[in-house]
Nanobody, 124 residues
């Protein structure tokens, strides 16, 4: 069974950086798409970006492009989200997700496995 465990959230001032980690277990992920999503209070879950585990190609939402970077360490089975130049509007619970199909894109429904989330708060 796939398990995803996020860590690395916290409180940071605007302009600062955080790196989130997602430890993945239970499968070989070479055939998977791994995504990052976020959800702010009272809002729908929002796509942040994704990576094709095998090839390492990445895709991002326009709102984070140029500021956030997704990577993975296959030896550690860990997914990362490096967040730079954080803004107050980045405040949300951040989730990693896994989809066992290369057709997964930006929709949460494409992803069958989710972590528990980690809180990121950005202050002025």
């Amino acid at each position: 069974q796939v398990q995803l465990v996020e860590s690395g959230g916290g409180l940071v001032q605007a302009g600062g950086s955080l790196r989130l980690s997602c430890a993945a277990s239970g499968r070989a992920f070479s055939g998977y798409i791994m995504g990052w999503f976020r959800q702010a209070p009272g809002k729908e879950r929002e796509y942040v970006g994704r990576i094709r585990w095998s090839a390492g190609d990445t895709y991002y939402a326009n709102s984070v492009k140029g500021r956030f970077t997704i990577s993975r360490d296959s030896a550690k089975n860990t997914l990362y989200l490096q967040m730079n130049n954080l803004k107050p509007e980045d405040t949300a619970v951040y989730y990693c997700a896994a989809a066992n199909t290369f057709s997964a894109t930006t929709r949460p429904d494409d992803y069958g496995y989710w972590g528990q989330g980690t809180q990121v708060s950005v202050s002025l």
